[in-house]
Every structure is written in C-alpha cells, then in structure tokens.
C-alpha cells in the first residue's frame, strides 16, 4: 500500500482506532475476517456517499476503489 493510500485510509477509520491499531500492528494482509468485512463496509458506504458522480466514480471513488480492492485482497 502507498503512503497516499494508507494516509487516506486511516482518515477514513479514524472513527475506529481499533483498525488502525490492527493495520499497524499485524499489516492489511492479515486482517481478522471480522475487520475486513467493517473496513469494507466503511469503505463502501464512503464510496456510495462522496465517490459517485452520476453514477460512475470520480476520483476520490477511485481512490476509494483502489483500497476496497487492496482490503478486498486481505481475504
């Protein structure tokens, strides 16, 4: 993970320092099932608010893509 994304993405869970905490200490990749699956719920709500132009992404929905696909890939 880039540091942009990484920098974005405990923006994005700075409601839920226990994700952070579990991303510093152990790495995106091996993430609890249960962590993926509310990080992704983050994520997605996120993306669905603010990362939608008219229906197709722009470019913070991009941004937000990329780290669904990089969460994603934890599983």
């Known amino acids: 993970m880039k540091l942009k994304q990484r920098e974005l993405l405990y923006e994005l869970l700075k409601g839920y ?4 905490n579990e991303i510093e200490m152990n790495g995106v990749d091996n993430l609890k099932p249960e962590s993926i699956e509310k990080i992704l ?5 996120v993306f669905t608010n603010y990362g939608l132009d008219d229906d197709e992404p722009n470019k913070y929905g991009l941004e937000i893509e990329d780290l669904i696909d990089i969460v994603n890939d934890a599983e």
């Open 17 to 20: 320092p226990k994700y952070i």
């Open 41 to 45: 719920d983050i994520l997605l709500t």
